[in-house]
């Protein structure tokens, strides 16, 4: 079975400033891992996902998260973030053959204020 | 291009009445999901649908009937609401049902059950 935890329920970052959410996750096979975003009031949207090669994955609104097999995590980076980023993040996993059988972490509300 | 929508929005249930919600999707999609989002649990998948025609159990099935109507509709039933089931439930779709697809969410129904 796999399991995944987010470290920060809470981030509150101001504008401008570098941030950094947290997933680490547990399983006995391979993963694919994503991200995945909530504005508020709406549904989830895909963020960005490593299913293999580079570890270093990017967004196109500038996020990035890296891979890092031995210590199983999948940190969510941005070097500078905006107003518009504030929303919840979700980390999720899923072996592969499952057929979109998503596990999620319990989210990371990113505020960002001004 | 509507993407993946569900109805009703808000629904106020009492203990022990029935309810459907509804999800359609426009993007030609086989795989669809029904997942529930409670605070601090992250979203966790009820059921899906591989394909037109198959359904199958998720990580908490309890209390929850699907049916794949068609291709586009994946619908949710609660026979007996319990005060435990308010939550906000997401239905979701992919292209293939690949562990490596993106899923496409729908904006969410919040449901309260007294």
């Known amino acids: ?3 995944v935890t ?17 997933c680490n996750y547990s399983s ?17 949207q895909l963020l960005l996902k490593y299913l293999s090669g580079s570890t270093l994955v990017e967004s196109i609104n500038g996020f990035e998260a890296e891979f890092n097999k031995s210590q199983t995590s999948f940190h969510l980076r941005k070097p500078s973030v905006h107003i518009s980023d504030t ?23 990113l505020s960002v204020k001004p | 291009n ?4 569900q109805t009703p929005k808000f629904q106020v249930l009492k203990t022990g009445q029935s309810m459907t919600l509804q999800c359609a999707q426009d993007m030609n999609h086989n795989s669809m ?25 998720g990580e908490v099935p309890n209390g929850y009937n699907v049916s794949r109507l068609n291709k ?3 619908s949710l039933r609660l026979e007996s609401a319990a005060p435990s089931q308010t939550s906000v439930y997401f239905c979701a779709s992919s292209e293939i049902g ?3 697809d993106t899923q496409y969410f729908g904006p969410g129904t919040r449901l309260t059950v007294l």
Do not use: H
Request: aromatic share 16%; charged share 20%; net charge negative.
């Open chain 2, 2 to 5: 509507a993407g993946v929508t």
């Open chain 2, 98 to 100: 690949k562990s490596e």
């Open chain 2, 72 to 74: 586009r509709e994946f």
């Open chain 1, 1 to 3: 079975a796999q399991s």
């Open chain 1, 28 to 44: 006995s096979v391979s993963v694919y891992l994503f991200w995945y975003v909530q504005y508020p009031n709406q549904g989830l």
């Open chain 1, 87 to 109: 929303a919840e993040y979700f980390c999720a996993v899923t072996p592969p053959g499952q057929g979109g059988k998503l596990i999620f972490g319990q989210g990371t509300e």
């Open chain 2, 33 to 57: 999901y029904w997942y529930r989002q409670d605070p601090g649990m992250g979203l966790r998948l009820i059921y899906y649908s591989a394909s037109e025609g198959t359904t199958d159990k």
């Open chain 1, 6 to 22: 987010q470290l920060d329920s809470q981030v509150p970052v101001f504008e401008e400033a570098p941030v950094e959410l947290r």
